[in-house]
């Protein structure tokens, strides 16, 4: 009778596999679903399926200003909440570390279900700044078979 | 009789066998997942906004422009170009119809932005006055409110302008 292969001086170190792939497939999903939580700082419900947005990858720049609008009655500014009073101010401080005009513009991540007015409301705050562009971001409908986006 | 293969000597060395085709397969799903999942390039719609209103400044003197277009929405979800009925939220193909119909007649007719009649270094769609203002009650969705511009950029308003103030509940 041969030994199990591998085996030998009493130490099993034979390697399954199998499960080290499971497991790192659980540990890979779990990720997924997990980061992209933490790096937006807040859910939003954006538009889906929207047939006619434009691109634009300045929203994730580090100095673009994006206000989030989960629900009616909470602005956030990428992880921290704010009144609708610090709007101004904060977005003030923002602004001043943007230098090109045409990059002045003020994103709102609004979720669907929340009250327009919430949305006039950050857009009446804002406009005394002299932000006159705003860009309302929506998730471009997602078409079958297409290919990773195009960088 | 002689060990299986993958067995390179007797006893010390642990040889593992990978099965390379579930690896693979394995593989491949999660490429699939990523491609489906992964957030996309973020996306957004430009729109312009109005400056603060100067509370000196003298409205009755501005002329209205004969071209302007405003998409109104009522609470009830209904459209309406200019002080026509349009189609509602739910169903924005009449508006976007029209639109096209309309900046097909201005290209015909060159109906230029003030100020752009000369510019013909730039493309014909920047020149052309398509700007569509949207005026929404503050009570509607912002959900409803997105379809319409959406319906709006689609047709190939450019650009388009949210109506702030004097909006109704």
Redesign the interface.
């Known amino acids: 009778m041969?030994?199990a292969?591998?085996g030998?001086?009493g130490f099993q170190?034979?390697?399954?596999?199998?499960p080290m792939?499971d497991i790192m497939?659980v540990l890979?999903i779990i990720f997924?679903v997990v980061t992209?939580l933490l790096q937006h700082g807040v859910t939003v419900s954006l538009?889906q399926n929207?047939?006619?947005?434009?691109?634009?990858?300045r929203?994730?720049n580090e100095t673009a200003i994006v206000i989030a609008?989960p629900n009616d009655g909470e602005y956030w500014l990428g992880k921290t909440k704010l009144t609708k009073d610090q709007i101004k101010p904060k977005v003030e401080t923002m602004l001043g570390n943007i230098k090109k005009e045409e990059d002045k513009?003020v994103?709102i991540k609004?979720?669907?279900?929340?009250?327009?007015?919430?949305?006039?409301n950050v857009?009446?705050e804002?406009?005394?700044l002299?932000?006159?562009?705003?860009?309302?971001?929506?998730?471009?409908k997602?078409k079958a078979g297409s290919?990773?986006?195009a960088a | 009789?002689a060990?299986?293969g993958?067995?390179a000597e007797?006893?010390?060395?642990?040889?593992?066998?990978?099965?390379v085709t579930?690896?693979i397969d394995?593989l491949l799903v999660?490429l699939i997942?990523?491609?489906?999942?992964?957030?996309?390039?973020?996306?957004?719609?430009?729109?312009?906004?109005?400056?603060?209103r100067d509370p000196n400044e003298d409205l009755s003197k501005l002329k209205p422009n004969p071209l302007t277009l405003v998409v109104s929405i009522s609470t009830d979800l209904q459209l309406k170009l200019n002080a026509d009925n349009i189609g509602s939220v739910n169903d924005t193909a009449p508006l976007s119809q029209k639109l096209l119909q309309l900046f097909q007649q201005r290209k015909e007719q060159h109906a230029y932005k003030p100020g752009m009649e000369t510019r013909s270094d730039l493309p014909e769609s920047e020149r052309l006055e398509k700007t569509v203002f949207v005026k929404?009650?503050?009570?509607?969705?912002?959900?409803?409110?997105?379809?319409v511009?959406?319906a709006i950029?689609?047709a190939g308003a450019n650009p388009v302008g949210?109506q702030?103030d004097d909006?109704p509940?």
Request: charged share 20%.
């Open positions: 041969g030994m292969a591998g030998g001086g170190s034979e390697i399954n596999v199998t792939v497939l890979l997924m992209p538009p929207m047939n006619n947005p434009e691109e634009d990858t929203i994730n609008i513009i994103y609004s979720g669907v279900g929340v009250s327009y007015g919430e949305v006039v857009i009446n804002v406009r005394g002299g932000v006159d562009k705003i860009g309302l971001v929506a998730d471009k997602k290919t990773a986006p | 009789m060990m299986g993958g067995k007797g006893g010390s060395k642990a040889v593992p066998y990978i099965n579930p690896l394995v999660l997942i990523f491609m489906v999942i992964t957030p996309l390039k973020p996306s957004r719609f430009q729109a312009d906004i109005p400056t603060q929404a009650p503050r009570s509607l969705k912002y959900g409803d409110v997105v379809k511009i959406d950029k689609g949210l702030v909006l509940q």
